[in-house]
C-alpha cells in the first residue's frame, strides 16, 4: 500500500455540544480552532493533539452517544496533570506505575468518554 497516514483526528459526538467544547477548553486547556454553532461542530486542538466536537449528524443512525475504548495522550509531565485534573474531574483510575514502564491515570469527560494520560518511565 502507498497510501500514508498523516494523523488520527477523532470526532467525539455528544448531545451536549456547548458544554463539552467548554470542558476541553477549560479543564483540558485545548485551543478553539475552528466551530460552527449552526452544525454544532468544533475543531480543538493542544500542543499538536487535535480533536472535533460534534452533534450526531442525520447521516448516520446510533442507538447512543459512546465509544467502546478510551482516548490515549502521551504526556510529558502526567504528575503536574494529575495535580491539575484530580479535584476537577470524575476519576476512572488514579495515577499509577504500570508494568509496561507507564506512569498514568484516567478520567470521565462529561459524556462519559475515558480520556487517559500517560507517560513513558524509561
Given at each position: ?12 459526538w ?6 463539552t467544547?467548554?470542558?476541553y ?16 461542530w468544533?475543531?480543538l ?18 442507538p ?15 504528575d ?10 470524575d476519576i ?9 514502564d ?21
Open positions: 500500500m502507498s497510501t500514508t497516514f498523516n494523523s488520527l483526528r477523532p470526532i467525539l455528544t448531545k451536549k455540544f456547548e458544554e467544547v467548554t470542558f477548553r477549560n479543564i483540558l486547556g485545548f485551543d478553539l480552532a475552528e466551530v460552527n454553532m449552526e452544525y454544532q468544533a475543531a486542538i493542544k500542543d499538536g493533539v487535535e480533536l472535533m466536537i460534534s452533534a450526531p449528524n442525520g447521516q448516520v443512525s446510533f447512543a452517544i459512546g465509544f467502546t475504548g478510551s482516548f490515549y495522550f502521551n504526556v510529558n509531565n502526567v503536574e496533570l494529575w495535580e491539575i485534573l484530580k479535584d476537577q474531574t476512572c483510575y488514579e495515577i499509577e506505575n504500570f508494568p509496561w507507564m506512569r498514568e491515570f484516567a478520567i470521565y469527560d462529561i459524556n462519559g468518554y475515558i480520556l487517559q494520560f500517560g507517560q513513558d518511565l524509561k
